[in-house]
């Protein structure tokens, strides 16, 4: 695996020059406010995950120390997961999507550098979801954080952990708690996440990528350089159940969907070689568990149509649909 690991470090040293490209466009995305990291526990493997806090305005007047806690209100919490195929990106990444929430939310915005493949593969990046969202609540006193108003967010992989971090989490609060209690009797057995806002979401790793490029024109396929490499560092060993739900949720049984949110946001894109999966998603959450799921086609665009290196403009569909999303979550918060 040290040939993939070669190769990610590569690829992961280019993108963040694409990024560079795509945050320098006007107006320019703010920087987080703050880091948090803490050790994980709940990844057998265990490591550090860091927390990229962008707060609202009030939060800052309001804050009296984050000894003391807050002394005033609370706000929602929106945790975003970033994309990568679970092999490339960083947390700030999304920088634009978070700065969108927490002026239009009015939230508290948290993307997560959750550990990457191969370094860390299949179930660590999931794992690392569950784990911020527990330590999020376990701070919820000292953050200003409101416990019954969590969403989540993600883009491509990290839109895949928006359905499957919650199955994980589910999971997890029925064991010993990770922080030293027995969670069974614990505050942390009510976490509900409200909301899922899940932007051209991977769902179904049972499908080869041959049956996924075959529903999309090739001019606007991911390269096959990049899906070998997400592929071969995320799921290993190969030989894997391609069906488990923390991985292809798309195809989990029913009565796993059911304790996913109520509430799920879906944007898939035209010309996405993951359209397919998205559509079939939507209608299995609908019909099968009854679930209000919000399906919004980007028409014309391609996967990861927000991301574009362009550093003269940003095209204004994106700010569009951000703004259609956070008008969601408003609501829905």
Request: hydrophobic residues 40%.
């Amino acid at each position: 695996r040290w040939v993939l690991v070669a190769q990610a470090v590569i690829w992961r040293f280019l993108m963040q020059i694409g990024m560079f490209l795509h945050k320098f466009a006007s107006p320019r995305p703010a920087k987080p406010d703050f880091v948090r990291t803490f050790k994980t526990t709940v990844a057998e493997k265990k490591g550090e995950i860091k927390l990229h806090f962008y707060v609202p305005a009030d939060w800052h007047k309001e804050i009296k120390g984050f000894a003391g806690g807050f002394d005033g209100r609370t706000w929602p919490v929106v945790v975003n997961f970033h994309g990568g195929g679970f092999t490339l990106g960083k947390a700030t990444d999304d920088a634009r999507w978070c700065e969108t929430v927490v002026r239009e939310v009015d939230a508290i915005c948290v993307s997560v550098d959750y550990r990457l493949a191969p370094e860390h593969a299949f179930p660590t990046a999931v794992e690392d979801g569950a784990d911020s969202i527990l330590y999020l609540v376990a701070h919820a006193a000292e953050l200003g954080i409101d416990v019954d108003r969590i969403a989540v967010s993600g883009f491509s992989a990290g839109a895949n952990m928006c359905f499957t971090v919650p199955l994980r989490l589910e999971e997890e609060l029925n064991d010993e708690c990770a922080f030293g209690e027995d969670r069974r009797n614990s505050s942390n057995k009510g976490i509900s996440i409200k909301v899922v806002v899940a932007w051209y979401p991977p769902v179904d790793y049972t499908r080869t990528r041959e049956e996924k490029r075959s529903i999309t024109p090739k001019i606007h396929q991911l390269p096959a350089m990049f899906t070998d490499l997400f592929d071969d560092s995320y799921l290993s060993p190969p030989t894997m159940d391609m069906s488990q739900p923390y991985l292809s949720p798309g195809v989990a049984p029913r009565h796993l969907l059911a304790g996913l949110p109520q509430e799920i946001m879906i944007f898939a894109c035209e010309y996405d070689m993951l359209l397919d999966e998205a559509i079939k998603f939507t209608k299995r959450l609908r019909e099968e568990v009854n679930k209000t799921v919000h399906y919004f086609l980007v028409e014309g665009a391609a996967h990861g149509f927000d991301k574009a290196p362009n550093p003269i403009r940003q095209p204004k569909e994106i700010k569009d649909h951000y703004s259609k999303a956070c008008r969601e979550m408003k609501r829905l918060l």
